[in-house]
């Protein structure tokens, strides 16, 4: 084929010309050389001789549960003094175009990841290891906190629950009042095991035209389910607090309606109820006379 025959040269794009001048080069896309640069620096958490690992007490605390060997108030309790990890990932704040024609990141700032509950409240994930955050999200980078500095910052967030490995086989919540505990390096009783809960409980129903008395159990929304649907006891988003009012039999529609409603009220004001109880819900039950 003679050169006249040959077809003629196509350019690359500019974009891609420039791609290619920097690639192999002594610095990177924003000018930053790579000398000197550790390339085992991303690995992010902070505590020496940390090999990212879950830790032993926390993971068999959790092995437990998920064998219902064990409650959700001792996987609460595992958990302190832990270390774990966040997930935080990079949002540039300032970026500029290089000679090159490429775009290079100048500033980016660390944004700590936050989710939202099926119910709209704000949720912190949390991880036992830094393996685990980025099977979660591949743009997310583990920083090691301890537990009681991760719930004390959340509380101050307005954050109510902790989710614990999340993506995993059964992530377990933490929900506010065992939050509130960890910050406060306090034990905590779940709501419906608390003896100072049932004490308020049947407190608001003392003295109700038409009420027998009141009790509380185990809510509905205590539990949660593996990925393979197994039911687990604890570890739920709730409500994990069922309060029973009995009632007496013969009330109409409207004489139902304001002791209810009147029993409500008095739960409100109830401190126990406020400090220990995440979410509850009210069951109406007949009384046997």
Do not use: C
Not at 34 to 62: E, I, K
Not at 170 to 192: I, M, N
């Amino acid at each position: 084929m003679s050169p006249r025959d040959r077809p003629a040269r196509r350019e690359l794009p500019p974009h891609m010309a420039a791609q290619l001048r920097g690639a192999g080069g002594a610095t990177d896309s924003g000018g930053q050389p790579w000398a000197g640069r550790d390339p085992a620096q991303g690995h992010s958490h902070l505590f020496s001789a940390d090999d990212g690992a879950a830790d032993l007490v926390l993971a068999r605390a959790l092995d437990g549960w998920r064998a219902g060997e064990l409650a959700e108030a001792d996987v609460v309790a595992a958990l302190a003094d832990t270390r774990l990890f966040v997930p935080v990932m990079a949002e540039v704040t300032r970026s500029e175009i290089t000679d090159e024609g490429l775009v290079a990141d100048k500033e980016a700032d660390m944004s700590l990841v936050t989710l939202q509950a099926a119910d709209g409240r704000k949720a912190q994930p949390v991880f036992t290891s830094d393996a685990l955050v980025p099977k979660w999200h591949h743009a997310a980078r583990p920083v090691a906190a301890q537990i009681r500095k991760i719930a004390i910052a959340a509380v101050k967030d307005g954050t109510e629950l902790l989710v614990l490995d999340p993506g995993s086989e059964a992530p377990f919540v933490v929900r506010r009042p065992a939050l509130w505990a960890v910050a406060k390096a306090e034990t905590w009783v779940p709501s419906y095991a608390d003896p100072g809960v049932s004490r308020a409980v049947l407190q608001a129903a003392l003295g109700l035209d038409g009420v027998a008395g009141a009790s509380v159990r185990t809510g509905r929304g205590v539990g949660t389910t593996t990925v393979d649907g197994a039911a687990l006891e604890g570890g739920g988003t709730g409500p994990e607090l069922t309060v029973v009012l009995q009632l007496l039999p013969g009330m109409d529609r409207g004489q139902l309606e304001t002791v209810v409603g009147a029993f409500q009220a008095r739960l409100a004001e109830e401190q126990a109820l406020a400090e220990n109880v995440d979410s509850l819900e009210i069951s109406l039950e007949t009384a046997r006379v």
